[in-house]
């Protein structure tokens, strides 16, 4: 005993006392020794040592008592010891002589609770340790038994109170006594109650379990269990359950099994493990990835979205429809909706869906479906879809009817959107199955309709792509064949070269090659006659369904089928008409086309032919040319395995014919080199336009600075001319003849039609150049528009005209500019003057919204031809273009106008009929944005002289003297 004693000697008598200290020192045991000299000291170190001690870490080993003490005996403190509840072993010492009297002290001492009892007489060094080192080591054992015990029971605690919180269903099912535990979270898996499983406690069954596992799931699951009570792997098998509210649970049970010594199971303990949602979420991305595969799987809009009903019924819906929208119009509401496509699990129901839409197509106002889907651009998604739902969406009791017919239980319509265009929507319903949608299938549905509407816009852009390309196509293709079939007779030829003695195998290749290079072509044959007799020698086929092959219409070759081709060496079509009708039609290809194989020598030797069992027009000129090549080159090789003596020749012909193929390969070079120079050409084509362009773009601008500026310097000797003039006119003292005043008169109204012009000459400048810009108030437009008005009166006068305003303004506040505004109001109100020569001219202004107005000028004048509608905006256009026309003008008066109203946000339009008279519709809004127009090629040139190339010499060098805007 290696550990420390931790020893309490209870003896009054000191040399007593020695003597035990001395036998344990020479017993070699190591001690730690307290002394103690009656009951009432003893009382107390016990008391204190076994207060502070633990099951771990015991403050006392063992007491030595003597039976005699001052204050007591020593079966009294045992009692007392024992009574307390302490288990320190206790060893007794007497120094009674009479045996029999010790013999019942013993027997008392052990009753109450003694370890040993010894007489002080018998006491040795060997008798001490041995007495000491068996109770000792006893009382250790019993506390570590009882520590054991204390953590299996803790140990068990912690494990009731993680089964009782888990997340999973645990059960601990006890072999022996048939007992089966379960927490709260297994009675929620499986749908049993606590009473349930109460009924078996006793005499527990898993028939319990299996009774609610379907057939299926009943024999994987027993079978996963007899393996496990077989091998004691460690068991692991998935099952659906039936919740307590009647949907399936996808669950995984896993369990171990604890054996005995002998290796018995005795008792078993595993989880129950709710996977639903992680099975659910597999299952969606298992569906949205077959989803995705189907849509990816044809570029055809319409094969795409059959492909995709036909793959949610009935995983997801029980039936589907997509409809589209066809088309929109101004306002961007729906004209009509299209169905394009709908499955039905029963498809006898399938007819009655297309029904529905067609006698009760989606009007675009609904509050459910289409309707809601398209307006708002949200899911419309009902959960559960009562009668009172139908019956308020029906039009009449037909529509219920065919509504009720369809069992509709719950439906979801999303939206298939591209951007924020909604391009229509996809129907998924659910009736006879009995199952609901939830949120999550809502999450689903709206994957699964964003990825069917990218498919169709891909679908969409590739036909774009592919009308596009087409030509490019055909070109490449026209080219790919020739080449594939350039590599054909090369690699023929090669063949040839290789002197290959094995005709049958030879010929093999060569049919192989063919099937390989001509495009349409399914199977080709070549048969070859024997030149002793009637009877065939060699037969060599390749492609497909050539076992259907009816040779007794073919064989032998001067009678039957290709006769006439190989008796004649006349190149043959033969359609399926030209077979005995004996034979099913799917026996018989749709057409053959073949040639004879001829040697120079030997003549006719067979016929190599090519074929289809279905397109008759798949054998086309190219391929019948390559044919007809290969021909030649079968009968070299025949020739050449037949007479090996002539190979010479054969070499020469075949480098004869490689050299007109690498002629002919070089050609092909030659035209890419071509193409290559002819490309390169129309780039510098293309670069030279683009800088003309840039000139006439650069000599525009000049011009308009140059007629800014030539208006500006005449606008300034005008001005000056009608003042002088007005001033002849008005003095008082020496007045003007009447001839004078005349004359000045007519001065000063050319001076001011020319200052007009110029104005208007500036103002198109202006507005040419982006110079232009508003100056923006707030106006009373009522009050403008009657004051402008007013000042035509006596010119409509003068032409006998009436001259007539209609103002239904509720707001006649404006924000805009009212010299624009005026000059607008002015062009066309004395272009419609001038131009009426008897009648009326109407000005009329009303709010079109709260936002827009409208001013319409309409006059009774000559009106405007049709053809010459379109040109009357332009700048210097006018109708009459010749120099004796009756109306003067300049025709810069609606080219000004137009861009005023664009400028002020506006647009302009007009109505006329020549004859009738024309009316001008002005549309602008209430509040004209300030614009951000750049003014810089406006303004003068910088440098001080006009130095443009394409100004007459005497303008050049000219000198701005003033700017005047």
């Given amino acids: 005993m290696d550990e420390i004693i931790r ?6 008598d000191q040399v007593n006392c020695k003597a035990i200290i001395k036998a344990l020192n020479r017993g070699g045991i190591p001690v ?92 040795s060094s060997e008798n001490l340790l041995r007495s000491l080192s068996n109770a000792v080591r006893l009382y250790r054992a019993e506390r570590e038994a009882a520590v054991a015990h204390q953590r299996l029971k803790e140990s068990e605690e912690r494990y009731r109170l993680v089964l009782e919180g888990s997340n999973d269903g645990i059960w601990d099912w006890n072999l022996i006594t048939k007992q089966l535990y379960c927490n709260d979270r297994f009675y929620e898996l499986t749908g049993l109650s606590p009473e349930q499983i109460g009924k078996y406690h006793h005499n527990f069954s898993p028939d319990v379990l299996f009774n609610l596992l379907n057939c299926s799931d009943l ?68 569906f949205l990835a077959e989803a995705s595969a189907v849509l990816s799987a044809s570029l055809d809009y319409q094969t795409t979205l059959d492909n995709l009903v036909q793959l949610v019924i009935p995983r997801f819906a029980d039936w589907c429809a997509i409809d589209v929208v066809s088309g929109v119009d101004s306002y961007d509401t729906p004209q009509s909706y299209q169905r394009l496509a709908v499955a039905h699990v029963n498809p006898e129901q399938e ?14 106002d609904e509050d459910y479906g289409n309707g809601k889907v398209l307006r708002t651009g949200c899911t419309d998604a009902y959960f559960e879809v009562s009668d009172q739902f139908l019956s308020a969406a029906a039009d009449d009791p037909d529509h219920l009817r065919m509504l009720q017919a369809l069992k509709i239980k719950c439906y979801i319509c999303v939206p298939l959107r591209m951007g924020s265009q909604i391009l229509g929507s996809i129907w998924f319903v659910r009736s006879d199955s009995g199952r609901r949608y939830n949120e999550i299938d809502v999450k689903l549905a709206e994957d699964l309709a964003s990825r069917a509407a990218l498919a169709t816009e891909n679908a969409r852009l590739y036909r774009e792509a592919n009308q596009a390309s087409d030509d490019l196509r055909q070109v490449i293709t026209i080219l790919n064949e020739q080449q594939k079939q350039l590599r054909t007779l090369h690699q023929l ?110 003549g006719p030797l067979g016929v190599l ?24 080159q079968a009968a070299i090789a025949i020739d050449n395995a037949r007479m090996i003596n002539e190979q010479a020749a054969i070499a020469i012909d075949n480098a004869r014919m490689i050299k007109a193929l690498e002629e002919q390969e070089a050609r092909l070079e030659c035209q890419n080199s071509m193409l290559a120079r002819q490309n390169l050409e129309l780039e510098r084509r293309d670069a030279s336009l683009k800088l003309q362009n840039l000139q006439l773009l650069e000599a525009a601008r000049l011009k308009s600075q140059f007629v800014s500026t030539i208006s500006h310097e005449l606008r300034t000797p005008m001005n000056a001319i009608i003042g002088f003039s007005q001033l002849l006119l008005r003095q008082r003292q020496g007045s003007l003849t009447h001839q004078q005043a005349d004359i000045m008169e007519r001065i000063v109204n050319n001076a001011q039609h020319l200052l007009t012009l110029i104005k208007d000459m500036i103002d198109l400048s202006k507005i040419e150049a982006v110079c232009l810009e508003l100056t923006l108030e707030s106006l009373h437009l009522d009050r403008l528009i009657k004051e402008t008005i007013n000042e035509f009166r006596c010119l ?12 239904n303004l509720k707001n006649p506040i404006v924000i805009n500019d009212s010299l624009r505004l005026r000059q607008i109001l002015v062009n066309l109100v004395s272009n419609g003057i001038k131009f009426t020569e008897m009648g009326r001219v109407e000005v009329v202004v009303k709010e079109i919204s709260t936002d827009w107005l409208m001013l319409t000028v309409r006059d009774t004048g000559i009106g405007i031809a049709e053809n010459d509608l379109e040109h009357i905006f332009e700048e210097f256009q006018q109708i009459d273009q010749t120099t004796t026309r009756k109306y003067s003008g300049t025709g810069l008066g609606l080219a000004i106008t137009e861009s005023l109203v664009k400028l002020m946000q506006g647009t ?56 005047i805007y």
């Fill in 796 to 807: 409509a006068a003068q032409k006998d005209l009436g001259l007539y305003i209609q103002t």
């Fill in 908 to 963: 302009i339009t007009v109505e006329s009929k020549l004859g009738k008279g024309s009316t001008f519709h002005v549309k602008f809004p209430r509040r004209v944005k300030a614009s951000t127009g750049d003014c810089h090629d406006c303004d003068l040139p910088q440098s001080k002289t006009l130095g443009c190339s394409f100004l007459p010499q005497t303008l050049q060098g000219f000198r701005a003297r003033r700017v």
């Fill in 493 to 602: 030829t090669n063949l040839l070269n290789q002197r290959l003695t094995n005709l049958p195998n030879l010929l093999q290749e060569m049919v192989s090659e063919v099937v390989k290079a001509i495009a349409g072509v399914e199977f080709c044959f070549i048969i070859l006659n024997n030149s002793l007799g009637n009877s065939e020698v060699l037969r060599v086929i390749e492609g497909i369904d050539t076992q259907k092959f009816q040779w007794e219409d073919i064989l032998p070759l001067e009678q039957g089928l290709l006769s006439q081709v190989f008796l004649t060496g006349t190149s043959e079509l033969i359609q399926r008409k030209g077979w005995d009708s004996r034979h099913p039609e799917e026996e018989v290809p749709t057409a053959i086309y073949a040639v004879a194989i001829e040697s120079v020598q030997a």
């Fill in 609 to 632: 032919a090519i074929g289809n069992w279905e397109d008759p027009e798949a054998l086309d000129q190219s391929g019948r040319n390559l044919l007809a090549a290969v021909g030649e």
């Fill in 351 to 364: 007819q009655l869906i297309w029904e529905l839409h067609r006698c009760y197509p989606a009007q675009g």
């Fill in 219 to 286: 024999l994987k699951v027993t079978k996963a269990v007899a393996s496990y009570q077989q091998d004691y792997l460690e068991l692991d098998v998935e099952f659906n359950l039936p919740c307590a509210f009647g949907e399936d649970r996808y669950c995984t049970a896993r369990g171990k099994a604890q054996l005995n010594d002998q290796g018995v199971p005795f008792r078993m303990s595993g989880v129950i493990t709710d996977i639903t949602e992680q099975k659910r979420a597999e299952e969606s991305q298992r």
């Fill in 7 to 12: 020893l309490l000697i209870v003896e009054d």
């Fill in 32 to 123: 730690k020794i307290a002394v103690a000299v009656d009951s009432k000291s003893a009382r107390s170190i016990i008391a204190s040592r076994c207060a502070n001690s633990s099951l771990t870490q015991p403050s006392l080993d063992c007491i030595l008592l003597d039976y005699h003490l001052p204050d007591g005996d020593g079966l009294t403190l045992v009692k007392e010891i024992r009574d307390a509840g302490i288990e320190v072993p206790v060893i007794v010492l007497s120094d009674q002589g009479n045996e029999q009297i010790n013999e019942q002290i013993a027997v008392e001492l052990m009753k109450s609770g003694a370890s040993d009892y010894l007489t002080k007489s018998q006491i």
